[in-house]
């Protein structure tokens, strides 16, 4: 089982910048995609980027494509989201997590991780 732990979150005005990032604990997260989600109260998980496990392909949700990038350390057993023109709403709990079969492909649905964080708050003000 792998330990993921958020952090970077916090408020920010309309316009800035956050990175949030995620580290592994307990085993190498390099043979599996990862993901990063985001919710608000009272709606769904949703789905913000992924990148694959040798880090060479990631994805989007339109929502933030060109705005997000995602990125990863094998060696730091991390996975960082660069968050710029942050909007009010971007404002979620965010969270990440791992795609549950190694070496695979990654999906844009949160079903298909698991061993997910705690998740870190980040606060969009207009």
């Known amino acids: 089982q792998v330990l993921l732990v958020e952090s970077g979150g916090g408020p920010v005005v309309a316009g800035g910048s956050l990175r949030l990032t995620c580290s592994a604990f307990?085993?190498?997260?390099?043979?599996?995609?990862m993901g990063w989600f985001r919710q608000v109260l009272g709606k769904e998980r949703e789905f913000v980027a992924t990148i694959s496990w040798g880090g060479g392909l990631s994805d989007y949700a339109e929502s933030v494509a060109g705005r997000f990038t995602i990125s990863r350390d094998n060696a730091k057993n991390t996975v960082d989201l660069r968050m710029n023109s942050l909007k009010p709403e971007d404002t979620a709990v965010y969270y990440c997590a791992t795609f549950r079969r190694p070496m695979s492909s990654a999906t844009k649905d949160p079903i298909d991780y698991g061993n997910w964080g705690q998740g870190t708050r980040v606060t969009v003000s207009s």
């Open positions: 307990g085993r190498p997260i390099a043979n599996y995609a």
